[in-house]
T-cell receptor, first 111, second 119 residues
């Protein structure tokens, strides 16, 4: 079946550092979504991407829809303590109500 | 604005017991989903529904049943709980948009989760 490879699995960073994570797939997607999950909560949508090459920002977060339509990237600039959590990518193919999910990237900020 | 509400938040069951998890959404969404989340495995789809009275199997449906009698509610049942069903369960509903007859947008909104332990 379809799979998403999300990397890295976890990141230990200093406050103020920039963060990059990505997802790759063996299949072509027509939508990429990035979610964040805080401890004890459900995932919350951060950014949605609908076109190959699209670059979209949400505050300090920027995500890109890869040109090949098989990958996507999320960058966080100048990280702050509230950025801690698990970040998930999800992809969708045409006319399918199901999303394909990455395993998540756990972001930890060193004190 | 409640969004997606899941009850209960926590539950402990003994092996073989049954229970029902309730999901309610007030966004008038057609599509609803049940996922389970286990450490290091992301979200796995159990069952989903594309409208009132319809349900379909997801990636890991065995041991679970669902019902969608009302548009706003999606119930997940465990008939005979097993320790392997210890997990965190999330319900979601989605906003959808179509373009030229194809599903163009499918944004899922999640509840806060139900933490289930089966002893």
């Amino acid at each position: 079946g379809q799979q998403l490879n999300q990397s890295p699995q976890s990141m230990f960073i200093q406050e103020g550092e920039d963060v990059s994570m990505n997802c790759t797939s063996s299949s072509i997607f027509n939508t990429w979504l990035w979610y964040k999950q805080d401890p004890g909560e459900g995932p919350v949508l951060l950014i949605a991407l609908y076109k190959a090459g699209e670059l979209t920002s949400n505050g300090r977060l920027t995500a890109q829809f890869g040109i090949t339509r098989k990958d996507s990237f999320l960058n966080i600039s100048a990280s702050i303590p509230s950025d801690v959590g698990i970040y998930f990518c999800a992809g969708q193919v045409d006319s399918n109500y199901q999303l394909i999910w990455g395993a998540g990237t756990k972001l930890i900020i060193k004190p | 604005n409640a969004g997606v509400t899941q009850t209960p938040k926590f539950r402990v069951l003994k092996t073989g017991q049954s229970m029902t998890l309730l999901c309610a959404q007030d966004m008038n969404h057609e599509y609803m989903y049940w996922y389970r989340q286990d450490p290091g495995m992301g979200l796995r789809l159990i069952h989903y529904s594309v409208g009132e009275g319809t349900t379909a199997k997801g990636e890991v449906p065995d041991g679970y049943n669902v019902s969608r009698l009302k548009k706003q509610n999606f119930l997940l049942g465990l008939e005979s709980a097993a320790p392997s069903q210890t997990s965190v369960y999330f319900c979601a509903s989605s906003y959808t948009a179509f373009a030229r007859g194809k599903l163009a947008k499918n944004i899922q909104y999640f509840g806060a989760g139900t933490r289930l332990s089966v002893l």
